[in-house]
């Protein structure tokens, strides 16, 4: 489980571009299911690629809870807790503003990015890293906000 430093390391003031308003995260017990067995809506951002082909993760669930997984990481770790009106912000942004459950694009490169947003066995997925294919403007503007959620300290080293 990944280790958060003093109570100042747990908030975050960066604005979020795509969304508009401040987010907090905040630190939450060690007791929580992981994002491949919640019953609710999860959001999944993802990057890698490359020479290694490792990839980093961080979903979102719709009750706040926020998880960071490597793709050489046997679990998810627990980083934080969103603030209610910031979760539901990100759900809309990505369900109403991006359509994700009316986007076909599935288009990766040797680096790509990828969001995804899945509810039992309903899943939807936007992959870009193409050179050759341009991903909609709202799902880059989506995954930068989501990255500026999440405090560069509590970020995953990969």
């Known amino acids: 489980m990944l280790r958060i430093g003093f109570l100042g390391l747990c ?9 508009g ?9 060690k007791t929580a299911s992981s994002p491949l067995t919640y019953k609710g809506r999860v959001i999944t951002v993802t990057s890698g690629g490359g020479f290694t082909g490792r990839s980093t993760s961080y979903s979102l669930q719709d009750d706040g809870r926020l998880y960071g997984k490597r793709s050489t990481d046997a679990g998810y770790a627990l980083l934080g807790k969103q603030s209610a009106p910031n979760t539901r912000r990100v759900f809309w942004s990505l369900e109403d503003r991006c359509k994700i459950k009316t986007t076909q694009f ?11 947003w899945r509810k039992g066995k309903e899943e939807y997925t936007v992959t870009w890293g193409s050179p050759k294919d341009s991903v909609p403007d709202s799902y880059e503007k989506f995954y930068s906000a989501f990255m500026a959620t999440i405090p560069a300290n509590m970020r995953l080293k990969k």
């Open 106 to 116: 599935d288009n990766p490169g040797n680096m790509y990015k990828a969001v995804s």
């Open 11 to 19: 908030l975050v003031g960066s604005s979020l571009a795509g969304f």
């Open 21 to 29: 308003q401040k987010a907090t995260v905040k630190r939450t017990p």
